[in-house]
Every structure is written in structure tokens, then in C-alpha cells.
């Protein structure tokens, strides 16, 4: 009895505690920092070593640490190529082969572990660590994606390079084996050769996964990169907790901006960063920051979850309601150099060899109901591959195969089936993922191209296998977007080239056509310029008659801030320009005190 | 005893033979490969390559001859898949960048800042409510608990908990709906997954030993105490508590791993970065080493909890046999 | 043993039908006394008759059919919006009634499987013993130290995305190729292929016991062969915790189902009750609450019903295992 009396207090004891303990903690709201600024990410993210990490939320993030020789300026659109840690543009010669850099001078690392350097402040970067940095892309055991994006096939004896790391034991990779394309002219002074010319190389080196990384760092710390970044950018990371919270604080060692060196004289009014600390809390789900951020948790939130768009904006002219407009919150909307498509398979032996059943489906796919209804308006219809902030982009152009009109369609149906000798045989979609958009996406054109007397399943599949099918060229139908990596139409163009239609190559719809590839041969070697873009105007051209895309939408970003906050612009390219926001602290404690 | 208990830790070693067998073939021969998955957009056959090796995908499946004759090592002889995972050496997470070990330590503690407390009060009410109720035997509160158990075991847990999360965290936002947060604050966040987790499950539990204490009060020494003239309650709570403990404790020890491993469902609902919520995103992500890994932990973890139980349970109540 | 002339079997075949057709009557009496087991009963076959009319072409038809413009709440003013709709305008009436085809599928076939898995390796291990029963045991020992719904998810995971040697339909024209596994099927393989152990287990350890019994023996003594023995003499004399068995596993089946779709791992061509409840996950929060509710209570009154059958059939069936109530 007593025994039993016992357990029963330690137990009531226990929940008491609980339960104590949770109605202080509910009492008591977080400690929130004045000078922080709060905001989400909503994917996880897999390293934050600049040379494996390729997916778009985790080079944002990074961004902020570590720089590339190149960077675009913000928030100039079209987009500026400016110098970050080069000191200018490449020197190209001639013949287009040889591009030689000079890098800025008095560039520090920092380290906030203080472990690869005492102080926590590095020695100041070299031609040497930038060479470093590449040759670990290339380095077979760290399996980075990006080797064969940026440098592959590309850098004289780079290709050797990763031969080697191949055979080579893990731990005697040795980093000071040379190559031939990279070499330090001096302590400041890169040069590299190329394979063939390679106008698009200026903005590879741009791309995150070409970012400087510190020798000494990197040795030190090995793989372990991944979680302690030590870069050369205006912030460092202070605390990281996987899927649940990153915090940047202001780089000590920073220069102060992008576009000077380490010597510079800035008054500290001019230095970046203005925001001394960045906290990115983790959201899988969109609904939950959502709700934060309306109670001003948070200070910027990149997109409004479908189901609570109404609660937000006016469907009807997607603006903010009054409401939202008075409590303090802005709206800058922004298309996204990215776009939406359905792809057909060129090999398939219905789709492959019908143009008019293409061209029909094309036209039969309402694109304007489709953004409306499922995206709430936050698209804008695609008229060609090309997406708006490019050059050749022209909202005005009517294409007469994305332009919705059935009774075209129907008409050209009849000349389908006539070139398959007999009706049409069902077919099927692939899609890339298995969650409730894509299944309505996938059903929303399924009953679009039953009216055009199409009967199509859609088969959908983890994006894994969906890859390994799409590569293998084993489908007929297929959805996937594709998303620019640079502000260049080369970074769509290249997915019709007739080069790399075979099996995992990146022209998904294994697409050829002599006469296109004999364009793109031409404008892939060509600095730019008008010559240049009339090609590119052909090529497009060419794309928009064969249709093996239908081209269906570019996602507009509806980001969202309150107006304590500078006007934050979204960048495609480069990610990260946090540095340039400016926060008003006051405004903030006073809107926060009345919540 | 002693020799059960001997026999008893034997037979736990062909189980776990076969567990490895079984994780073995389903992860490593059937499954398809993961390195896709990693690659993005762009990947090539170069980077497939160097991403199956970081992964130990291109090790032999059972021995692997060629490796040893080229090193002239035993050792590597028995670098393959299936010696790695016999021997807990998980090839580390893609999506981490982190070894399987790692995970579990710092995932590990969530789940158990959820289950802990959860199991307790859990236990505490269902014993209440059990004893409670079988002293009322088909009285108005027995017939009430007995229907609201039976209700609660036929709705899916996924509606409880959606609808706990609707109507604490969205309408009347006395919790958080989701996420999470360390050290002192965690309470806030986990007090809503505790109550549904309570909510899920309290039903089942307390038709559980509700059964367990009818059980007892139908044997005779519970008849002879009452013949004895002890009252009721003295027999409920020193008595029929004392033998019900018996199954409590083996039960206990039996869930031990599922306190750890956490509820999928629930930790994936409310974003609670702990085990549960590692399996599912590891699904997601189709991170190989981390299910396969888990899935093996747990399932030893679950073996071993199994014969602990056996053998306390042969010592608490000496009329156990090995049959 | 089986060269002896089988026509001297002591205990007729006859009588052991007369015994178990008594048995079931008796059981069927008890049933019928229980007003609430007969009322669970019909809410079962109310059920599946939905999910037999489901396979009509109208149902096929009707779930991709828009009633309206988006969302709309539930209404009496037309069959079809009376539980409202989704996101893309579809009727939730319709695709609440389409899941009764999955649900029934998966806890037909998966019952099936798992049942005769189970049943099939229960009477081998407890009738031959040895070494047999050495192996089975291990075989459900094994499978059952790994926790069921990580098991599970192992199965689906191992199986998603996997080429199949498969029966297909193409022009009219059938014949064997290679595809991927439809989501159903794959379903139906995890969850037979993992639940078998608990049946297993059971009927082993009532085989075990019946194998000493008197008719087992002079039912051998006469020479009666082992299969018949297995299939006339012993498993009518288990087959009552099959019964059981089943109706208690489907309320398993079709809630794993839920649990599989909320992790991705599930349905995904067609409707089910697990998808309409994984995709009110979100609409929820911002009150969209029919499709929730509609799909909880389907899976809640069928589950309910079953669980309470269940329990009738047990006290009916097998007085024995009934718990002190």
C-alpha cells in the first residue's frame, strides 16, 4: 500500500510539473532580438559545401557565406554581371581559350569556430585557394553534382584531374597534383584553358558551386565543410540546427561591399551588411509560417500557401486586401526565370513522328483557367521556351500553338489521326512526384485532352525514378519544369540540342533536327550581340512549330514583407543579397507592441 | 532461471540473423538504386558513379573475391554490403552529409521529449480509468469508456491528430501549430503532439487493462482477500495493482524502441525534427542508409527489448516456462 | 501409412461436417441473439455492396466530373454537392464512395494473402513439428521483431519504382511486360506479406494442440493422408479464429492505408479515403473541413462496425478466447 501511495505522488508530481512547466512556457514568449531579422526557409537542405550544394534554397543560403569571382549586381534587372572576388572582367584572348583573372587584393576568410585560423580571421585569399576550390569540385569522392554542370569537358586537364581523384584512395587525394588549364600566374592572377570556346563560362563562374573556399580550411576540416562554412562573404554562420534553424551574423572580416577590395576605406555607414543578424527558421510546410508571419514573427515571407491565397489577396485583381495593406504588409511580385512544360518524347512512335497531335494537345491546354484556378493567378501563360526577363522574351507575341482554342485543336486532331493511320491509342503522362498539386495538375490536363477526344493516365512516380525513366527516354508524356541557371538563352536553348539527345543527356525529349543543331553549333561559340540573338530568334522558332514542349507556365513569386523592412528583390541568380536589406528597428518595436 | 534465461538469449540469435537477412534483402537487393535521387537536374553517368561510391553502392553484394586477391587482405574480403550493415557500419546519409549514428543522437531526444512524457501520463490514465472501471463493472461509466475506446480505436489517428491541430493550434491558438524548438520551450511545442498522442491512444490502453484487471479480480486470491474481509479498495490498489504491474512492466519495456523510433505520423504532421520525422523525410528523399539503418536499429533494438521483458517477466512471476 | 486402404477411416468425414455445421449454427444462433452484432453486420454489407456497385463505369466517370468552380461547401440541393467539393470542383460524394472500391480491395486481397500465408505456414508448423516448425518459427519470430509499420514502409520502399514482369492489355491484345507496380497492388503485397505472423502464431499453437487430440489420431491410424487430414479434420477446426482474424484485420488494412498515403507511399492514381484525408491536411487549417470529415467518418462507422462484429464473433465463435467480459 504504501509502495502504490508513493508511485501515485511521484506520478501526480510528475504531471504537475508538465503541466506547470507548459503554462509558463506559454506565458513567457520567446526573447526576440531587436536587431535580428526573422524569415524562413521551406526545404531542407542537404550540404552547405559551396562545391557539392546544388539545389536552390540551399545556394540562397550559402550565398551569404561565400563568393564567387563573379556576382550579379543587385538589384539591377536584366541581370549585371559585375567582379565580386575578381578584381575585373576576364581578359579573353583571341581565340577565346585562354581567360585570365585578376582577383581582388586584402579579401580575409573567417572562420566563427576559430579553429582553421586562431582568431577566427584567415589569411587573405590567393589565386592558389581559388584553384583549391575548383579542383575539389572535381574531386571524384566528394561526388558533386556540380562537376558536371560547371567544369566537365570544359578546362584543359581538369577531366584528367578527376580521373585521378577516381583511382586514388579517399584521404591521399593530393590537391597539389597540377593542371594544366589552372594555373597562378601569380598570388593574384588566374588563369585558365579551355577545351573549346565558352561564352557561357563568365556566368559559371558565378554559379555557387564555383565558390572560393579556404586551403587551409578545407584541409582542416575536410567533408566536414558541409556544416562549418568558412568564406569570404558578409555573413557567417553561428548556429545551425538541421531542419529546424540557421543564424547568420555579420562577418567581422567582411569588406564591406561586393565591388571593392580589402583595402577599401569605407565610412561604416556604407558597410554591408546593415542587418547584423539573420535567423532562417525551417518550414516544411508553408501553412504554419504563414500563420507566423501574420502574427509578425516573421519579417519576410517568400510565397503564400494555395489554400490561404483568398485570405491574402483579392482573387480577382491578386492583391493584398485592405486589411493585410494595414497592418503593414508589402507585396512584390516577381515572374521567376523558370518555366513549366509538358514534354513529349521524340522517340515514341505516336507522339515522336505527329506534330499535329502535339501542336493540338498544345492548343488544347487552357494555360490562363489552369494558373487561375490551381495557382491562383500567380503564373504568367508561356508563349515559347523562353521565359520573361530574357531578351528574346516578347509577352506580346501570340503563338498560335499556346493560344487555347479547341475548335483548332479538334481540326487538327483529324490530321493526327490521319498520320497514325487510325484513332489515336491511349497514352501515358509521367509525372515527377506523387503529392496532391501534381496529381491535380496531372488531372486538370487529363480532362483537358479529353476534350480533343484523348485518353490519357497519368503514371505518377518518385522524382527518382521519374529522373531515371526521363533519362533512359522511356516515356511518352512527360511534366517538368526547367529553371535558368543563368541569364543567358543558352540555358534553355541547349535542351533541344541534337548532342545530347542520347540516352542521359539533358534534351529530356531527346529531340534532333540537323537544322537546329547547326544553329545552336553556331550561337553557342559566339559572344553576344545582335548576330547572336537573331539566331537564338530562329531557334525559338523552330521549337515553338515542332512543339515537343508545350509550354505552359512561369511561376510569378508573390513575396511578401512588412514596410519596416527595405524593398527586398528577388534575385534568380547568386541568391543571398541579404547584406542589402536595411531593417527600421523602431517601427517594428512600435507595430510589435500593438499586436 | 538461470538456465531460461541462457536459452531464452540463445534463441534471440537466429532472430537476429534473420532481421539482418531480411533488411539486407529488402534494402539492398530489391530496392532500386538511391543515387539518383541526390543528383539533380543535371546529373550525368560521372556523377551517378561518384555518388554510388560515396554511398558503398559499388561494393560487392555478400564477398567480394576480386578486392581481396588485389589488396591480399582478409579484410577486404568482407568489405561489402552485407558486412557493413551486419556490423552497424551504415554508409552515411546523402541528405545529411552526416553518419547514421549522428542522427540518431541528435534526433533521438526529440522523439523522447514527446514519447516519454506521453507514455507516462498515458499510463497512469489508462490504469486509472482501467481500475476505475472495473470496479463498475456495466455501470453507466464502464459502458462509456468501453464504447468511447472502441470509437477511438475505429477513427484513424491521422483525423485525431488533424483535427487536435485545427482546433488548439488554428482556432483557439493556445499551442503552436507546428515546429519545434530546444532547451525550455520545447514544452510549448511538444504539449500538443503529447495530448494527441494521449487522445490517439487512451482508448486502446484502457480496454487493454481494463481486460488485464477483470482478469485479476476473477482469480481466486483476489476472492480469498475479499473473503478475508479487506475492503474493496485496498484490494484494487495493493493486490490487483501489484499483479497488474506484471503485464505494465513487460509492456513498458516491449515499447521501449517505439519511444525512440517516436510516431511517424504524428512527428511528420507537426514538423517535430525527432526519429519519426528522420524516417519519413528519409523516405522522401529516398535516403537509403538512414531507413535501411533505422529500420534494422529498431527492429534489434525491439528484439532485445523483447528478451529483456521475457526474462523480467520470468523473474517477477516464477510460473513461466521457455513454452 | 498410405498404402493402407483408405475406406476404413474410424471417424468419418461426414461426422466431422455434421460436428462443425452444429458448431457454426450454434455460433450462429449466439450471433443472431446480439441485436448490435447484427446491426454491425449490415452496416458491413451496406458497405460492401457500395464497394461492389463502385466498379460501375458512372463511378469513373463522376469523380473527374466539376460541379464547381473550386471549393464549395456541402449542400442539399444536388446529390452531387452534398458533401461538397475539392480543390478542382469534383464531387467529395463521389470519390468518398469511389474509395469504398479501394478499401474493399485492399482489405479483400491483402486478408487473402496474409490469411492463407498465415493459415498455410500455422497448420504445416503445427502439425509436422521438427524442423519445420523450427524454420516457420523463426520465419514469424523474425518477421515479427521488426516493428509492423516500419516493415511496411521497407516493402513499399523496396518495391516502389521497381520493373515488374507484368500482364498487360494493350489493343485488345494481352501479354507480359515490363511495368511498375500499381500503387494498389503494392499496397496489398506490404500489407499481406507483413500481417501474416499474428494468424500464424495463433492457428500453430491451436494445430499443436489439436494434433494430440483423438480424431487427429485415429483419423492417421486409419490411414487417411496427411493433406486430408490437414484440409477435413484440422483446419475446420480452426478456421474460426480466420474468421475472426479477418474481420479484425481489415480495420488494420484500411486504416494502414491512410497511414501509407499520409507518407507518401500510397495511393495515388485514384481516390481513396487515405488521400482525401492527406489532402485535407492543409485545407483543414484553413476550414475546409467535408472532405476530413466525410472521409473519417467512412473509415470511422466501418472500422467501428467491424471492431464490434469482431468482438461478437469472438464471444460467439471461440467462447474461449473471450476476455472476462
Known amino acids: 500500500m504504501r509502495k502504490v501511495k508513493w508511485i501515485f505522488f511521484v506520478y501526480v508530481g510528475i504531471v504537475a510539473i508538465l503541466t506547470v512547466g507548459l503554462g509558463v512556457s506559454l506565458s513567457i514568449s520567446q526573447p526576440r532580438d531587436p536587431q535580428t531579422l526573422y524569415s524562413v526557409y521551406l526545404a531542407n537542405l542537404k550540404s552547405l559545401d559551396p562545391a557539392v550544394c546544388n539545389d536552390t534554397v540551399g545556394s540562397a543560403i550559402i550565398a551569404n557565406i561565400y563568393e564567387c569571382l563573379y556576382g550579379y549586381e543587385y538589384p539591377t534587372k536584366p541581370y549585371k554581371l559585375i567582379p565580386q572576388l575578381a578584381a575585373e572582367m576576364p581578359k579573353v584572348s583571341e581565340d577565346g581559350l585562354t581567360y585570365t583573372i585578376k582577383l581582388k587584393k586584402g579579401v580575409r576568410f573567417y572562420d566563427p569556430q576559430k579553429r582553421a585560423f586562431p582568431d577566427g580571421i584567415g589569411p587573405e585569399m590567393k589565386a592558389s585557394d581559388v584553384i583549391h576550390s575548383w579542383k575539389r569540385v572535381a574531386n571524384f569522392h566528394l561526388a558533386s553534382p556540380n562537376y558536371s554542370t560547371i567544369f566537365q569537358d570544359k578546362i584543359v586537364g581538369l577531366d584528367d584531374f578527376y580521373a585521378y581523384t577516381e583511382k586514388a584512395p579517399k584521404e591521399k587525394v593530393d590537391y597539389d597534383r597540377p593542371v594544366e588549364g589552372l594555373k597562378a600566374l601569380d598570388d593574384y592572377t588566374v588563369e585558365i584553358k579551355l577545351v573549346r570556346p565558352a561564352p557561357q563560362l563568365r556566368f559559371q563562374l558565378a554559379h555557387g558551386g564555383s565558390s572560393v573556399v579556404s586551403r587551409k580550411a578545407s584541409d582542416l576540416y575536410g567533408e566536414g565543410l558541409n556544416k562549418h562554412p568558412v568564406g569570404t562573404g558578409p555573413y557567417v554562420m553561428t548556429q545551425y540546427l538541421e531542419d529546424q534553424r540557421i543564424i547568420f551574423e555579420a562577418n567581422p572580416a567582411y569588406r564591406g561591399r561586393p565591388d571593392v577590395d580589402g583595402f577599401a576605406k569605407l565610412k561604416p555607414e556604407d558597410r554591408l551588411p546593415q542587418i547584423k543578424r539573420v535567423q532562417f527558421d525551417y518550414f516544411r510546410e508553408q501553412i504554419p509560417a504563414w500563420l507566423l508571419f501574420q502574427q509578425k514573427y516573421y519579417d519576410l515571407l517568400a510565397n503564400v500557401p494555395k489554400e490561404s491565397f483568398n485570405q491574402a489577396f483579392n482573387p480577382d485583381t491578386q492583391e493584398l486586401w485592405p486589411e493585410m495593406k494595414a497592418k503593414g504588409i508589402k507585396l512584390v511580385k516577381t515572374p521567376e526565370a523558370s518555366m513549366y512544360y509538358i514534354g513529349f518524347n521524340f522517340n515514341d512512335k505516336i507522339v515522336g513522328k505527329n506534330k499535329p497531335l502535339r501542336q493540338a494537345m498544345s492548343m488544347a491546354h487552357n494555360r490562363e483557367r489552369y494558373i487561375k484556378v490551381y495557382r491562383n493567378g500567380r503564373g504568367i501563360a508561356m508563349n515559347g521556351p523562353i521565359p520573361p526577363g530574357f531578351e528574346t522574351y516578347d509577352a506580346n507575341y501570340k503563338n498560335p500553338y499556346t493560344t487555347f482554342n479547341l475548335p483548332a485543336a479538334r481540326a487538327l486532331m483529324e490530321q493526327a489521326i490521319r498520320i497514325n493511320g487510325g484513332p489515336i491509342p491511349p497514352m501515358t503522362m509521367l509525372m515527377g512526384d506523387t503529392d496532391s498539386d501534381t496529381r491535380q495538375w496531372a488531372e486538370y490536363l487529363v480532362s483537358e485532352w479529353k476534350e480533343i477526344g484523348l485518353n490519357i493516365r497519368p503514371e505518377y512516380n518518385t522524382w527518382a525514378r521519374f529522373q531515371e525513366l526521363v533519362d533512359a527516354r522511356e516515356t511518352q508524356i512527360y511534366q517538368l519544369g526547367w529553371a535558368a541557371d543563368y541569364p543567358d538563352e543558352q540555358t534553355y536553348l541547349m535542351l533541344f540540342y541534337g548532342k545530347y539527345a542520347p540516352v542521359g543527356g539533358v534534351n529530356s525529349c531527346a529531340y534532333v533536327n540537323p537544322k537546329y543543331d547547326e544553329l545552336y553549333e553556331k550561337a553557342s561559340v559566339m559572344e553576344p550581340g545582335p548576330e547572336r540573338l537573331k539566331l537564338y530568334r530562329e531557334m525559338i522558332a523552330i521549337i515553338n512549330e515542332d512543339c515537343f514542349w508545350i509550354h505552359s507556365y512561369c511561376p510569378v513569386r508573390f513575396d511578401l514583407q512588412y514596410d519596416w523592412l527595405s524593398d527586398y528583390v528577388f534575385m534568380d541568380y547568386g541568391g543571398g543579397y541579404r547584406q542589402f536589406l536595411t531593417l527600421d528597428v523602431k517601427k517594428r518595436q512600435e507595430k510589435m507592441s500593438h499586436r | 532461471m538461470w538456465a531460461y534465461i541462457v536459452r531464452r538469449i540463445l534463441l534471440t540469435i537466429p532472430t537476429v540473423l534473420g532481421i539482418v537477412l531480411l533488411t539486407f534483402v529488402l534494402f539492398t537487393l530489391v530496392s532500386k538504386d538511391p543515387a539518383r535521387a541526390y543528383a539533380g537536374k543535371q546529373a550525368n553517368e560521372t556523377t551517378l558513379r561518384a555518388i554510388r561510391h560515396k554511398m558503398g553502392l559499388d561494393k560487392k553484394p555478400f564477398f567480394d573475391l576480386e578486392g581481396a586477391r588485389e589488396k591480399h587482405s582478409i579484410k577486404a574480403f568482407f568489405d561489402t554490403q552485407f558486412f557493413d550493415l551486419l556490423f552497424f557500419r551504415f554508409p552515411q546519409s546523402m541528405r545529411y552529409e552526416d553518419s547514421v549514428w549522428h542522427l540518431l543522437k541528435t534526433k533521438g531526444p526529440v522523439s523522447l521529449a514527446i514519447q516519454v512524457p506521453a ?170 542508409s538512414v531507413v535501411m539503418g533505422l529500420v534494422y536499429l529498431t527492429s534489434i533494438a525491439y528484439c532485445i527489448a523483447l528478451l529483456l521483458s521475457d526474462i523480467l517477466y520470468s523473474v517477477v512471476d516464477p510460473r513461466v516456462s521457455l513454452r | 501409412m498410405s498404402m493402407m486402404a483408405p475406406s476404413i477411416s474410424v471417424v468419418p468425414d461426414s461426422d466431422v461436417a455434421e460436428i462443425s455445421r452444429s458448431l457454426w449454427g450454434d455460433a450462429w444462433k449466439r450471433l443472431s441473439r446480439r441485436p448490435s452484432a447484427m446491426i454491425c453486420m449490415g452496416i458491413v454489407a451496406v458497405y460492401l455492396l457500395v464497394g461492389l456497385a463502385s466498379f460501375l463505369p458512372v463511378f469513373d466517370r463522376k469523380i473527374e466530373q466539376a460541379v464547381a468552380d473550386g471549393y464549395q461547401g456541402p449542400s442539399f440541393k444536388s446529390f452531387d454537392r452534398l458533401l461538397g467539393t475539392d480543390i478542382q470542383g469534383f464531387p467529395v460524394i463521389w470519390r468518398l464512395l469511389y474509395g469504398t472500391r479501394v478499401a474493399l480491395l485492399i482489405t479483400i486481397f491483402a486478408s487473402v494473402l496474409s490469411l492463407g500465408i498465415g493459415v498455410t505456414l500455422g497448420i504445416v508448423a503445427g502439425y509436422f513439428g521438427g524442423w519445420i516448425d523450427d524454420i516457420i518459427t523463426w520465419l514469424f519470430t523474425t518477421v515479427s521483431s521488426v516493428p509492423w509499420i516500419l516493415l511496411m514502409i521497407a516493402m513499399v520502399y523496396a518495391l516502389k519504382g521497381r520493373m515488374f514482369p507484368w500482364f498487360v492489355i494493350e489493343n485488345r491484345r494481352p501479354h507480359f511486360a515490363w511495368a511498375e507496380m500499381d500503387p494498389t497492388v503494392m499496397i496489398i503485397l506490404a500489407l499481406g506479406l507483413t500481417d501474416w505472423v499474428g494468424i500464424c502464431r495463433l492457428i500453430r499453437g491451436e494445430v499443436l494442440k489439436h494434433r494430440e487430440r483423438d480424431y487427429v489420431q485415429a483419423a492417421r491410424a486409419a490411414g487417411v493422408g496427411t493433406g486430408r487430414i490437414l484440409s477435413r479434420h484440422i483446419l475446420p477446426n480452426v478456421f474460426h479464429l480466420v474468421i475472426i482474424s479477418f474481420s479484425l484485420g481489415a480495420v488494420a488494412y484500411v486504416q494502414a492505408e491512410v497511414v501509407l498515403t499520409f507518407l507518401g507511399l500510397g495511393i495515388t492514381g485514384r481516390p481513396s479515403w487515405g488521400r482525401m484525408i492527406d489532402d485535407a491536411k492543409l485545407e483543414l487549417l484553413r476550414g475546409v473541413w467535408w472532405q476530413a470529415v466525410a472521409a473519417t467518418a467512412a473509415i470511422g462507422i466501418l472500422c467501428l462496425a467491424l471492431n464490434l462484429l469482431g468482438d461478437a464473433l469472438r464471444d460467439a465463435l471461440d467462447p474461449r478466447l473471450r476476455g472476462a467480459d
Open chain 2, 119 to 288: 507514455f507516462l501520463i498515458l499510463l497512469g490514465l489508462e490504469l486509472a480509468i482501467a481500475l476505475y472501471v472495473a470496479n463498475h463493472r456495466g455501470k453507466t461509466a464502464d459502458v462509456l469508456v468501453t464504447t468511447i475506446s472502441i470509437l477511438g480505436m475505429s477513427i484513424p489517428a491521422l483525423s485525431i491528430y488533424l483535427a487536435a491541430q485545427w482546433f488548439f493550434g488554428a482556432q483557439l491558438q493556445i499551442f503552436p501549430v507546428a515546429g519545434w524548438e530546444g532547451g525550455f520551450y520545447a514544452i510549448q511545442f511538444a504539449a500538443l503532439p503529447i495530448l494527441c498522442v494521449i487522445f490517439s491512444q487512451l482508448g486502446w490502453g484502457a480496454r487493454f487493462y481494463r481486460t488485464v484487471v477483470l482478469d485479476e479480480l476473477g482469480s481466486d486470491y483476489v476472492r480469498t482477500a475479499r473473503a478475508k474481509g479487506l475492503p474493496q479498495r485496498e484490494v484494487m490498489l495493493t493486490h490487483v495493482l501489484r499483479n497488474v504491474m506484471i503485464p505494465v512492466v513487460t509492456n513498458t519495456v516491449a515499447a521501449l524502441p517505439f519511444l525512440l523510433l517516436g510516431a511517424l505520423v504524428l512527428e511528420h504532421l507537426f514538423q517535430i525534427p525527432g526519429m519519426g520525422e528522420l524516417i519519413v523525410q528519409s523516405i522522401f528523399n529516398e535516403d537509403r
